[in-house]
């Protein structure tokens, strides 16, 4: 698939901007902030309805009219694809001092408002950053993040079960420091136990499946952009409270009922914590290069390549689970790397229908410029195609 119309109001640093794309590598040019992260954010959120980076919708509104009556950003993309012709809208509307606007995002497939589970995927991409080195480095949280934001595009039912997780969470946690207080039953987990076990099950199989084909594209990635003298190993780690996890299970069922004698063992120290202590909300997926520890141990050259390894076997997962190329979002990434790292990259995004590269040192990727089929100068939130050598 391939984007070729994009269309962004009100959006960050964007008062109005329209750019037609090619097919091919798309190289977007400009100093730093003048607007080349927020255009490819734009995009990954049409994909996701998440932001890469902003920790609530309002950070996305322009701020020039955040406090206007009605505060809105939109962004609006034109989609072919195997599956047939995408039209997207998405809304998002900040805090606003009028009771019947409701802050949040709205979106419109083909002209038909959606649920965000249903317009999850209907755009397909993956995002590189300079932060994708946090994915190795980092805490959990974000190689959760990373699956989570990976798996949604492709599976609705993982992305619902996330949803309900996510309730269902909050209210057992809540229970918990009710029955903490003296003010509730232990006997009221029974059903809380039952429900979050059921929507982790989901979320757990789709996590191990993922992984057999991101460990083993890694892999491969991983060797090639070294020569060989590198090796990566991603192996799931489901937060099952101690119980043995290395036999992953075979299905939803197994794993539902793993993590409810998970949570039946824990019981006591839950109440005493005031939260859950088993679930994917505490799983974790563990790196290693060349056998040791990849956050301990290894030089943040080699975590660069690591995550770059990870985000090209996202790039692999995405295309074999839809039967279509997603999307390609490298955000000042390639500059970061030397000559026959780039070109690794490059050869390998050569066979996706597009990828959108953005770069503030164009002298550095000056091999790109002749390649590239559509090249654009962003500047203060306006985006012009250059058409020049």
Same mark, same amino acid.
């Given at each position: 698939m391939f984007i070729f119309d994009l269309q962004l109001a009100n959006y960050r640093n964007y008062a109005r901007a329209s750019v037609r794309l090619d097919r091919g590598l798309n190289l977007f040019v400009g100093d730093n902030a003048q607007g080349k992260s927020n255009l490819l954010e734009a995009i990954y959120l049409l994909s996701t309805l998440r932001s890469s980076r902003a920790s609530s919708d309002a950070d996305l509104v322009r701020r020039d009219i955040l406090h206007t009556e009605f505060p809105v950003a939109r962004l609006s993309c034109e989609v072919e694809r195997s599956a047939g012709n995408l039209h997207l809208d998405l809304a998002i509307v900040g805090r606003t001092t009028d009771a019947s606007h409701r802050a949040g995002k709205r979106v419109r497939v083909n002209g038909v408002a959606r649920r965000a589970s249903e317009a999850v995927g209907q755009l397909a991409a993956v995002l590189f950053t300079t932060l994708d080195i946090e994915i190795v480095a980092g805490p959990p949280l974000l190689r959760?993040?990373? %699956?989570? @934001? @990976?798996i949604s595009q492709v599976d609705r039912g993982y992305l619902r079960a996330m949803q309900r997780y996510a309730r269902v969470l909050q209210q057992r946690n809540s229970l918990l420091k009710r029955i903490q207080a003296r003010e509730a039953s232990s006997a009221e987990l029974g059903f809380w136990d039952q429900e979050l076990a059921h929507a982790g099950g989901v979320i757990m199989q789709a996590r191990g499946?993922?992984? =057999?084909?991101?460990?083993?594209?890694?892999?491969?990635? @991983? &060797?090639?952009?070294?020569? =060989?003298l590198e090796s990566i190993s991603l192996t799931y780690k489901p937060a099952l409270? =101690?119980?043995?996890?290395?036999?992953?299970?075979?299905? &939803?069922? &197994?794993?539902?009922?793993?993590?409810?004698?998970?949570?039946?063992? %824990?019981?006591?120290?839950?109440?005493g914590a005031g939260a859950t202590l088993a679930g994917p909300h505490r799983d974790d997926v563990t790196v290693e290069i060349n056998g040791m520890p990849a956050d301990s141990f290894a030089s943040r050259a080699q975590q660069r390549t690591a995550a770059l390894s990870m985000r090209l076997a996202e790039a692999s997962y995405l295309r074999r689970a839809l039967g279509d190329d997603p999307v390609v979002l490298l955000d000042d990434v390639l500059s970061e790397l030397d000559a026959r790292r780039r070109k690794g990259v490059l050869e390998f995004f050569d066979t996706f229908q597009q990828t959108i590269v953005t770069t503030a040192d164009p002298d550095r990727v000056r091999d790109m410029m002749t390649r590239a089929t559509g090249r654009f100068v962003v500047a203060g939130g306006t985006l012009t195609r250059f058409e020049g050598e």
């Open positions: 959760r993040r990373y %699956l989570d @934001m @990976m499946e993922a992984l =057999g084909h991101l460990a083993l594209q890694a892999q491969l990635q @991983m &060797e090639r952009l070294s020569d =060989g409270g =101690g119980l043995d996890a290395e036999d992953c299970p075979i299905d &939803e069922t &197994e794993w539902s009922a793993r993590m409810q004698r998970a949570l039946a063992g %824990l019981r006591q120290r839950e109440i």
